[in-house]
């Protein structure tokens, strides 16, 4: 039997150098998300732009934003949208997760972008790869991942 745990986000951070350095040392995935654009998705409208994971503490959350912050993850797509407007993030810290989740941190990651698709009918717009599938009769948990947090913040 599956054990049900929601997924709630922290108040969104301003996508800049000073919040993401705090991160140095931190394991888990992040998320990238506009300030009041909304991406018209197939399914839904969303500001999610980016889902990334950052799987070790010398490649941390805080080093995986701060690429993308200087375009070193040549990521053009966050580039050109942070052109626009000032971006926002959010992030877990897998940690935090491990005691439910007992796969690597790879499979979490794919879990949370193929939920996307499962809401929105396709990958967030910036993201340029698709998630390996993990087998649901595998699973111990359910993950109930609150994706309203990126309609209203």
Not at 25 to 49: A, C, E, H, N, R
Not at 68 to 74: A, D, T
Not at 79 to 101: G, H, Q, S
Not at 110 to 127: A, D, R, T
């Amino acid at each position: 039997m599956q054990k049900d745990i929601s997924i709630y986000f922290d108040e969104p951070k301003s996508f800049e150098p000073t919040n993401t350095k705090a991160l140095g040392g931190i394991v888990g995935l992040y998320f990238i998300f506009t300030q009041k654009t909304f991406i018209q998705y197939p399914f839904d409208k969303s500001k999610l732009l980016y889902i990334g994971m950052s799987e070790k503490k010398t490649n941390s959350i805080g080093n995986r934003l701060s690429g993308h912050f200087e375009g070193k993850s040549k990521n053009v797509g966050l580039v050109n949208y942070r052109k626009i407007e000032p971006l926002l993030f959010t992030y877990l810290n897998f940690d935090i997760l491990k005691t439910n989740w007992t796969f690597r941190i790879e499979d979490l990651e794919s879990y949370f972008i193929l939920s996307f698709v499962e809401h929105y009918g396709v990958y967030p717009i910036c993201n340029n790869k698709t998630g390996a599938e993990i087998h649901s009769s595998e699973l111990k948990v359910n993950l109930k991942i609150d994706w309203n947090y990126f309609k209203t913040k």
